[in-house]
């Protein structure tokens, strides 16, 4: 039996606060070795669909760069809408907070916007996920 396993590997806060825009932290980021060693002793496969705000912070990025280099890893594309540039007045809303609901230009920048961060880290995502459940 094969097993892989997703994980969004994204920022961290306070979901009574409403969508941070830029008060947020990678903390659980860094704790994603252990998990991902445990992973690789069972023979687990793993994709970690990865955000804007994980790749802006050298920190967590480094973890990712870490975990990609372990080998049965995927390091896929994930978008927050909401700690994604360019942020405008509306990113705090539940509304443009699903990718879909955005403008096609706004939403093709941030897009652009994360895939680009990723490439300039020496990844190229062979995957995506939106967040919050968008398509």
Known sequence: MKIAI???TEE?????????????DI???LRLDRF???CQRYGFSTSYFTN????AE???AAVIAHLAATGSTEIGMHVHPWTTPPNGRDNNSSHA???E???SQLATEKLAATYQLMSEQGFQPTSFRGGRYST
């Open 12 to 24: 961290g806060w306070k979901w009574d606060d409403g969508f941070p825009v830029r008060e947020y």
């Open 58 to 60: 050298p920190k967590s």
């Open 52 to 55: 804007h705000a994980v790749f």
């Open 6 to 8: 997703t994980i969004d």
């Open 97 to 99: 907070s699903f990718l």
């Open 27 to 29: 903390e659980n980021i």
């Open 36 to 38: 991902h060693d445990l």
């Open 101 to 103: 609901n955005l403008p």
